[in-house]
């Protein structure tokens, strides 16, 4: 078995890439949604608008081939508390070049009455596609 190591991948015109490989993300995101909205870290992702309480565009440094990718999110609050309200984040309005993600949460424990939040501190999100 050969291993391949490399510190850096070009496409052909010697620039860097948003290589296609099967498998690979095509975007990934971390991110603080409050207090202090920031980029924490990032791959293909230039910017997030905040379009109100719970609600983000999420905007790709390079669009996506089509608007069949798959978005993966965790939302938390970024504590340890086993009696942390339930946060969750859905995917809407996706383009070749953004995606709106809007955050929702129970108001406490299992509690039917849901809403769009501002207490989400964490978003990790990860995008899957051509």
Same mark, same amino acid.
């Given at each position: 078995?050969? $291993?391949?190591?490399?510190? /850096? ?15 690979? @993300? ?14 924490? =870290? !990032?791959? /293909?992702? !230039? ?7 719970? =609600?983000?565009?999420?905007?790709? @440094? $390079?669009?996506? @081939? ?6 993966? /999110? +965790?939302? +938390? ?5 086993? $009696? ?8 809407? +309005?996706?383009? $070749?070049? !953004? ?24 978003? =990790? ?6």
């Amino acid at each position: 078995m050969s $291993t391949l190591k490399v510190n /850096n991948i070009k496409d052909a015109s010697g620039g860097t890439s948003n290589l296609s490989i099967d498998g690979a @993300a095509k975007a990934w995101l971390n991110m603080n949604a409050e207090p202090a909205e920031s980029i924490r =870290d !990032s791959l /293909n992702v !230039s910017s997030f608008t905040d379009n109100g309480t719970g =609600d983000f565009t999420i905007n790709f @440094a $390079t669009a996506l @081939a089509n608007t069949n990718y798959l978005v993966v /999110n +965790s939302a +938390s609050r970024g504590q340890d508390s086993g $009696t942390d309200v339930c946060s969750w984040a859905g995917v809407h +309005s996706k383009t $070749t070049s !953004s995606f709106g993600m809007g955050v929702f949460q129970t108001n406490s424990g299992f509690s039917a009455t849901i809403s769009r939040s501002n207490l989400v501190e964490l978003l =990790d999100i990860v995008v899957f596609g051509d």
